[in-house]
C-alpha cells in the first residue's frame, strides 16, 4: 500500500503574517494531528517548536517544503476549541496566529534555538544520576557552561533536532529555561516539623512540657513555641514553614530537634508542596449560608443565564460578591465543568485566593505570570482531559485562578468564566501583542464551550453597563452591603480653602490630619491613597523652570530617595541628582509633589507612634512581598498602609475605619476620554476599603470639591454618573457608539516617522473618509527609548463594516511598509485601546 504523501500547515511563534506549510516525513504519517507540537528548521539555522494548524495533501505552491524534524506531543497539546479561539484573537485584535501562540503557552512548551536553558539547582539528585547518554552530555555541558543556547546543545549532540532531549530534561524538572528563573522556585518537597498527635491533643501534657523546657532547654521550647505559632498560621494562610525557615525563625538548631523527636514530642515530614497537590483537608473549614439579599441575587443570576449567556452583578463594594461567586462555582463544578475565575492581577487578590482555598481545597489552580515555569506548567497540564494527563502527578483541575493569561489554558469542559472587577485595565493587554482584553474575550471564550459568563462589579465599565441597558447582557443589582454594614461616609478636604487658611500640614489637610490621629487613638488602621510611586514626581529649577526629562524618552524623572537616584518609569533609565541647572547653572532646583516614597518618609514626623507599610510597584517586585505587606497589615504590625493604585483591588481588611485619598484632581487631569470613569471607578474602590464590619469614614482631598464626579462619588450614585458619560460619548463619538482602533509608528528618524503617518493617514482618508480618521498626532508621551512617536486613531461608526474596516487598515499598512523608505518603521495596531 502507498503511503499519502501529507503536508502540515504549523504556527510558528513569531509574528509571520501566515501559517508555514512543511512536509510531513512518511514514518510520521501516523503521529501528527491537529494541536500537537512538532519541531521544525526555520531559515538556514535555525529550528522552532510550532503547532499544527492544518494537515492536507497539497504542496505549497512555490518552493519545496521541508520536513517537519519531529513530532513533540503524545496526544494533542491544545484542542480545536483553542485553535478556534486563537483565530478569533487574531482576527479581532489583527495580530498573527504566532503571536497568539507567544502569549498563550508557558515558554518551556515553544522552545526555539534560540531558547537558553540552564540546570534547575533543586533538581533530584536521583534523577540526574538516571540520565541517558545523551541527557547526561547535555547535563555536563551545563554544568560546565552554566548556560546553553538548543543550538549548542544541538552542536554538544552533533544532531539537527536536540528538542525530544530537552523536552525530557524539563520534564523530569532537571533544567530551565532561563527567562523564567524567577525567584522563590518551590521545590517539589519539603520537610516539615509537626507536633506529634499525643501533644496535639493534650494541652496539659504541653504546658508540663513547657514549663519543664522554659529553664532547661530554651532551645527546644522556642522550636515547639514555633511550630505551634506556625500550625494556626497555616491555616489562614495555607503555607507550610520548611524545616530550614523553622531553625531559623526559632533561633534553633539540629540538635534540639534530634531531642525533641527522640522524646516522641515532634516529628518531621516531608510533603508535597507541588502548587496544585497540596493535601490540605484543613482549608475545608469554612462554610456559610447567603443572606437574605445574596441569595435573592443567585436566585436571579441563575435565573437570568436562562435567557442570557452574560450577567452582570452590579454590586456595590463590600456587598459580598465573592460568597455568591461561591456558590455558582459549586453548582458548576458539581455538574463535572470547570469554572475560570479571573481576576485583575493575582498577586494583588491573595486574599480570595486563601478564602476559595478554604472552601474548595484541592479543586483550585492559581495561574499567574509571576509564578515560575513549573508551576504554570502544572496548571497548563492540569486542565485538559483527564486521559490527556498521562504524566500521574498532574493533577485535573476544576477551578482556575487567574489573571487575564489564564483565557489561554487549554480547558477540557469549561461551564462557567467569573471576570472579577470586570472593569478594571489590567484586563488589557497593551503590550506585546495580542493587544487583547481578557474580559471582552473570556465572553467568546465562554461561546465556544456553551459556557455562561459572570460579569461582577462595584463600579461597571461604561460599555459593560450600555451593554446590560440595552438587554443585551442581563443585570443583577446588590445595593447592600453584607451585613447591612452602611457604606462609609465620604467627606472632602479642601486643599485649596486649607492652603489659604494656613492649616495644612505637608501634603495633609487638617481635616484628614485630624481623622488619621482619632483612629490611630482608637487602635484602628488607615489606607491611604496616593497615585504616584517613588518620592518626589519631579525636579524643577526655581530660576528658568527647567524640568529633568529622561535623555530617552519625552518624559519627566521621578527621584527615588532610597537610592538617591532619578528614574524614568518608561525605559527604566536612572541618573543621579545633578547639581546644577543644566540652562542656567543655577544650584536652585526644587523637588516637586510628592509620590508614596514620600508620604511614607513624611510619616514619622508626624504619627511618631504609627508603624508605617508601603504597597506600590517598588516595594511589591517579588512573588512574596506583597504578600507579606498584606499579612502584617492584617496581623495588625502596620497602623498606615500607604499606596498605589494597587491598594484600591479587592482587598477586605476588617479593621480599617478611615481612607484618605491624597490627591483626586490629578487622576481627573489626565487626558483621557475615559479619565472620569477611571477616576469614578479607582476612587469609589478605594473609598470602599473602609468600614466593611462597621461604618467608616473616607476622606477626598481635591482644589475642586464641586467636581461633579467627585460629587458622583460621595452620593455613591453610579446611574447619574453612567447617564452623564454615556451622553458624552455620544456626543463625542466614543466607544460604545464608536469603535476604536489605535495605529502607533516608531521610529528613531523623525522625519521619516513624519512621512510614513502622513502617508498612511493620507491614505486611509481618502478610503475611509476624513472625519474617521484623526491624526496623524503626536502623543502625550513622543519619545520612548529614544524612538520617536506618532499615532492615528481610526473611528469606525456603525455605518460601515468593522471586519472590512479592519481588513482596509491592515492592507493600508502592510502596502505602506512595502516602501523602501518606510520598510525600517515598526506599526503596531491596537483594536480596542482602552
Ligand atoms: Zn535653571
Ligand atoms: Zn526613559
Known amino acids: 500500500m502507498t503511503q499519502l504523501t501529507l503536508f502540515a500547515d504549523i504556527i510558528l511563534p513569531i509574528a509571520a503574517p501566515i501559517a508555514y506549510t512543511y512536509r510531513v516525513p512518511l514514518m510520521l504519517n501516523d503521529f501528527v494531528c491537529i494541536g500537537k507540537r512538532v519541531v521544525v528548521q526555520f531559515g538556514k539555522h535555525k529550528i522552532y517548536t510550532g503547532i499544527i494548524l492544518k494537515i492536507h495533501t497539497n504542496p505549497p505552491k512555490t518552493g519545496d517544503a521541508k520536513y517537519i524534524l519531529s513530532v513533540t506531543d503524545d496526544l494533542p497539546l491544545v484542542t480545536e476549541a483553542n485553535l478556534k479561539f486563537w483565530q478569533w484573537i487574531s482576527d479581532y485584535y489583527l495580530c498573527t496566529l504566532g503571536e497568539v501562540m507567544s502569549a498563550a503557552l508557558p515558554s518551556s512548551l515553544k522552545l526555539t534555538s534560540e531558547t537558553k536553558i540552564v540546570l534547575n539547582k533543586y533538581a533530584d539528585q536521583q534523577d540526574v544520576v538516571n540520565l541517558d547518554d545523551k ?24 544532531i539537527i533536532n536536540p528538542m525530544p532531549y530537552i523536552k525530557k530534561l524539563i520534564e523530569k524538572n532537571i533544567i530551565n529555561t532561563v527567562e523564567n528563573i524567577i525567584d522563590n522556585y518551590k521545590p517539589k518537597t519539603e520537610t516539615i516539623v509537626e507536633l506529634t498527635e499525643k501533644y496535639k491533643s493534650d494541652q496539659t501534657l504541653l504546658k508540663d512540657l513547657f514549663e519543664n523546657l522554659e529553664k532547661k532547654a530554651p532551645k527546644q521550647l522556642s522550636l515547639i513555641m514555633n511550630i505551634i505559632y506556625n500550625e494556626n498560621r497555616n491555616k489562614v494562610s495555607g503555607n507550610n514553614i520548611n524545616l530550614q525557615q523553622l531553625l531559623k525563625d526559632s533561633n534553633s538548631n539540629q540538635t534540639a530537634l534530634n531531642t525533641l523527636k527522640k522524646k516522641g514530642i515532634v516529628e518531621t515530614k516531608i510533603i508535597n508542596v507541588s502548587r496544585i497537590n497540596q493535601k490540605d483537608e484543613k482549608y475545608k473549614q469554612i462554610d456559610f449560608t447567603l443572606s437574605e439579599i445574596q441569595n435573592t441575587a443567585y436566585n436571579q443570576i441563575n435565573e437570568k443565564f436562562k435567557e442570557k ?28 465543568k470547570q469554572v475560570l475565575y479571573l481576576l ?17 481545597g484541592n479543586d483550585i489552580g492559581v495561574y499567574h505570570s509571576k509564578f515560575n515555569e513549573n508551576e504554570r506548567l502544572e496548571i497548563w497540564h492540569s486542565v485538559v482531559n483527564k486521559e490527556n494527563t498521562k504524566n500521574a502527578h498532574f493533577k485535573f483541575n476544576k477551578i482556575i485562578l487567574g489573571a487575564r493569561s489564564a483565557i489561554f489554558l487549554p480547558f477540557d469542559n469549561l461551564g462557567l468564566i467569573i471576570v472579577d472587577e ?22 467568546y471564550l465562554a461561546k465556544l464551550y456553551t459556557a455562561k459568563t459572570l460579569l461582577g462589579s462595584a463600579t461597571p465599565s461604561i460599555e459593560t453597563y450600555y451593554n446590560a441597558k440595552a438587554n443585551k447582557y442581563a443585570i443583577v443589582e446588590l445595593s447592600k452591603r453584607y451585613n447591612d454594614v452602611k457604606l462609609p461616609e465620604i467627606l472632602i478636604a479642601d486643599i485649596k480653602e486649607e492652603t489659604e487658611s494656613g492649616t495644612m500640614k505637608s501634603h495633609f489637610t487638617f481635616k484628614l490630619f485630624h481623622h488619621i490621629q482619632k483612629a490611630l487613638k482608637a487602635k484602628e488602621q488607615i489606607i491611604l491613597f496616593q497615585n504616584r510611586r517613588g518620592y518626589a514626581p519631579k525636579l524643577e529649577c526655581d530660576i528658568c523652570n527647567w524640568v529633568l526629562h529622561c535623555r530617552q524618552c519625552d518624559v519627566i524623572m521621578t527621584y527615588h530617595k532610597n537610592t538617591n537616584q532619578f528614574k524614568c518609569h518608561y525605559c527604566g533609565y536612572v541618573t543621579s541628582p545633578p547639581l546644577k541647572c543644566p540652562e542656567c547653572t543655577s544650584v536652585e532646583l526644587k523637588l516637586k509633589g510628592f509620590g508614596t516614597e514620600k508620604l511614607e518618609d513624611e510619616m514619622p514626623t508626624f504619627f511618631p507612634e504609627a508603624k508605617i507599610g508601603r504597597m506600590d510597584l517598588d516595594s511589591t517586585r517579588s512573588k512574596n512581598s506583597y504578600h507579606k505587606i498584606l499579612s502584617d497589615f492584617d496581623e495588625k504590625k502596620i497602623d498606615i498602609l500607604i499606596g498605589t493604585q494597587m491598594i484600591s483591588k ?12 491624597l490627591n483626586a484632581d490629578s487622576m481627573l487631569a489626565f487626558p483621557d476620554f475615559r479619565a472620569n470613569e477611571r477616576s469614578f471607578q479607582l476612587i469609589t474602590q478605594v473609598t470602599g476599603r473602609s468600614g466593611r464590619t462597621k461604618r467608616g469614614i473616607s476622606i477626598i482631598q ?30 463625542y463619538n ?14 528613531k528618524d523623525i522625519n521619516k516617522l513624519h512621512k510614513a503617518a502622513s502617508y498612511l493617514a493620507d491614505n486611509l482618508k481618502d478610503a475611509l473618509g476624513n472625519k474617521r480618521i484623526l491624526g496623524p498626532e503626536i502623543p502625550i508621551i513622543s519619545k520612548i527609548n529614544n524612538e520617536y512617536i506618532k499615532c492615528i486613531l481610526v473611528k469606525i461608526d456603525k455605518d460601515i463594516s468593522i471586519t472590512k474596516t479592519k481588513q482596509l487598515i491592515v492592507n493600508y499598512i502592510n502596502n505602506t511598509l512595502t516602501i523602501n523608505d518606510y520598510k525600517p518603521l515598526r506599526i503596531f495596531i491596537d483594536v480596542d485601546p482602552y
Open 135 to 158: 541527557e547526561y552530555l547535555i547535563w555536563e555541558g551545563l554544568s560546565i557552561k552554566g548556560e546553553l543556547s538548543i543550538k549548542n546543545v544541538a552542536d554538544i549532540l552533533g
Open 309 to 336: 449567556d452574560v450577567v452582570l452583578l452590579h454590586g456595590i463594594t463590600g456587598s459580598g460578591k465573592t460568597e455568591i461567586y461561591i456558590k455558582l462555582i459549586e453548582d458548576t463544578i458539581k455538574q463535572n
Open 344 to 360: 485583575p492581577e493575582i498577586a494583588l487578590t491573595s486574599q480570595i485566593i486563601i478564602r476559595l482555598k478554604k472552601y474548595f
Open 422 to 443: 470586570e472593569h478594571d485595565p489590567s484586563y488589557k493587554q497593551n503590550n506585546p501583542a495580542p493587544r487583547y482584553n481578557a474580559r471582552d474575550t473570556a465572553i
Open 650 to 661: 479587592g482587598l477586605d481588611f476588617d479593621n480599617v475605619s478611615l481612607v484618605g485619598v
Open 702 to 731: 481635591t482644589k475642586s470639591p464641586n467636581n461633579q464626579i467627585i460629587q458622583q462619588i460621595i452620593k455613591n450614585d453610579y446611574i447619574n454618573f453612567y447617564n452623564n458619560e454615556i451622553l458624552k460619548r455620544e456626543t
Open 734 to 747: 466614543y466607544p460604545p457608539f464608536y469603535r476604536l482602533i489605535n495605529i502607533t509608528f516608531k521610529h
